[in-house]
C-alpha cells in the first residue's frame, strides 16, 4: 500500500490567479497520476505525471493550463494556472504502487470565485 | 476508452438493509477496484478484485469477468457506509494503472 498525503486540503483564490497543489507519498512508486473531480461528478484523469519527462495529458486537458512537474519518485505537483470559477473541483493525486492496487490522496478541494 | 456503468444512480436505505450495486464494462480489463468515497472527498480503496470473489466484513464484491460486470454488496447498512461507490477499471492495452471511472452510486443510508 502507500501513504500520500496532498497539500492544501483546500483553497479559495480569485480568478485569474494561479494554485499549486503538492503530492507527497511514503514510498517511491511507478505510476503518478492526477485527476479531477468537478462537483458532483465523477473522476476525470488529468494527465500521468512521469518521472525526469514532460506529463502525458488526457485530451482536453493542457500542459499550459495544467504544469506538472515529478521531480522524483515521491512527489509531484499540479499548477491550476489562471483560474476562473469552472476550475472550481476536487483535485487528487494517485499512484500505482505496483501491487495492481491504485492508491488516492485526500484531494485538494478548490473553489475559484 | 473503456466506458463503465454503474448502477443504479442513487440509492436510499434504511440501517440494516442490504444492497447490491453494479458496475458493467464494455471491454477486457487487467484491474477493477471499488472505492468509497466519503463526504469529505477522500476515497477509500474498498476491493481490488479484476475477478472472483472477496469478502471483507459487512462488504463482499463478485466480477464476472467474462461476463464484464461486477457487483458490490453491502450487508447490515450502517449510517456511516453513506456516500458515494465508485467502480474504475483499467483496460487491457491501456496505459499501465490509467483507471476509467463510472459515474458512481450515491448511497444514502438512514438511521
Known amino acids: 500500500s502507500a501513504v500520500i498525503s496532498q497539500k492544501p486540503s483546500r483553497d479559495i483564490c480569485q480568478r485569474g490567479t494561479s494554485l499549486t497543489i503538492q503530492c507527497q507519498v511514503d514510498?517511491?512508486?511507478?505510476?503518478m497520476f492526477w485527476y479531477r473531480q468537478q462537483p458532483g461528478q465523477s473522476l476525470t484523469l488529468i494527465a500521468t505525471a512521469n518521472q525526469g519527462s514532460e506529463a502525458t495529458y488526457e485530451s482536453g486537458f493542457v500542459i499550459d493550463k495544467f504544469p506538472i512537474s515529478r521531480p522524483n519518485l515521491t512527489f509531484s505537483t499540479l499548477t491550476v494556472s489562471n483560474m476562473s470559477p469552472e476550475d472550481s473541483s476536487i483535485y487528487l493525486c494517485?499512484?500505482?504502487?505496483?501491487?495492481?492496487?491504485?492508491?488516492f490522496g485526500p484531494g485538494t478541494r478548490l473553489t475559484v470565485t | 476508452g473503456i466506458q463503465v456503468e454503474q448502477s443504479p444512480p442513487d440509492l436510499i436505505l434504511q440501517e440494516g438493509a442490504n444492497s447490491t450495486l453494479r458496475c458493467n464494462f464494455s471491454?477486457?480489463?487487467?484491474?477493477l477496484q471499488w472505492f468509497h468515497q466519503n463526504p469529505w472527498g477522500q476515497l477509500i480503496n474498498l476491493f481490488y478484485i479484476p475477478s472472483g470473489t472477496k469478502q471483507n466484513g459487512r462488504l463482499s464484491a463478485t466480477t464476472v469477468a467474462t461476463e464484464r460486470y461486477s457487483l458490490l454488496y453491502i450487508s447490515s447498512s450502517q449510517t456511516t457506509d453513506s456516500g458515494v461507490y465508485f467502480c474504475a477499471v483499467e483496460g487491457r492495452g491501456s496505459t499501465l494503472g490509467r483507471l476509467y471511472f463510472g459515474r458512481g452510486t450515491q448511497l444514502t443510508v438512514w438511521p
Open positions: 471491454d477486457s480489463v487487467n484491474n
Open positions: 514510498s517511491q512508486v511507478t505510476m
Open positions: 494517485s499512484v500505482w504502487a505496483g501491487d495492481y492496487e491504485q492508491y
